[in-house]
T-cell receptor, first 114, second 116 residues
Framework: AQSVTQLDSQVPVFEEAPVELRCNYS??????LFWYVQYPNQGLQLLLK??????LVKGINGFEAEFNKSQTSFHLRKPSVHISDTAEYFC????????????FGKGTMLLVSP | DAGVTQSPTHLIKTRGQQVTLRCSPK?????VSWYQQALGQGPQFIFQ???????QRGNFPDRFSGHQFPNYSSELNVNALLLGDSALYLC???????????????FGSGTRLTVV
């Protein structure tokens, strides 16, 4: 079984500032890692995913994340945020074998103010 | 190309009633998963359907049941509704239940169920 911990429930930041959203996972097997974004009254949209290879993953909208196996972390970063980045962000994990499903963290609300 | 379509978008039901939610997967996808997202929480896995069979199930009571049709669309049924069933119900489709991690999920916008 897997679990995901998102350490911050809310992250307030000013526009054009950098941001990091933290994610730690726990699993007894090898995993794939994901970040999803949810805008108000919408479903989830995939930002990026780590399957294998380079530990630095680039996604849509200028976001990137780094997989750190020794620290079991997959933190999401953006060097300069925009007002439009205000949304809920979810880290998720799935096993990399078998009929896998996604296990989500509780989410981090990113609040970007001018 | 339509993505995942869910209906209805909003629903209000009374405790004890039964509800059916519907999902049409993205074209080309054959696997449908259902998630419950309570207010302020991350989505919780309910079950996954592939080839019209329930492949996996999360920690949800038998009041939650589902079905997948030959055209890959799916229904989620909840019996004897409780106030705690109030949530956003998300449907996600994917290609090949055995490789969800590689191909990823496409999520619908969800059905907001309120139980009063």
């Amino acid at each position: 079984a897997q679990s995901v911990t998102q350490l911050d429930s809310q992250v307030p930041v000013f526009e054009e500032a950098p941001v990091e959203l933290r994610c730690n996972y726990s699993s007894s097997v090898s995993v794939y890692l994901f970040w999803y974004v949810q805008y108000p009254n919408q479903g989830l949209q995939l930002l990026l995913k780590y399957l294998s290879g380079s530990t630095l993953v680039k996604g849509i909208n200028g976001f990137e994340a780094e997989f750190n196996k020794s620290q079991t972390s997959f933190h999401l970063r953006k060097p300069s945020v925009h007002i439009s980045d205000t949304a809920e962000y979810f880290c998720a994990v799935s096993s990399n074998s078998g009929y896998s499903t996604l296990t989500f963290g509780k989410g981090t609300m990113l609040l970007v103010s001018p | 190309d339509a993505g995942v379509t869910q209906s209805p978008t909003h629903l209000i039901k009374t405790r004890g009633q039964q509800v059916t939610l519907r999902c049409s997967p993205k074209s080309g996808h054959d696997t449908v998963s259902w998630y419950q997202q309570a207010l302020g929480q991350g989505p919780q896995f309910i079950f996954q359907y592939y080839e019209e069979e329930e492949r996996q199930r999360g920690n949800f009571p038998d009041r939650f049941s589902g079905h997948q049709f030959p055209n890959y669309s799916s229904e989620l049924n909840v019996n004897a509704l409780l106030l705690g069933d109030s949530a956003l119900y998300l449907c996600a489709s994917s290609s090949d239940a055995g490789a969800v991690g590689i191909y990823g999920y496409t999520f619908g916008s969800g059905t907001r169920l309120t139980v009063v």
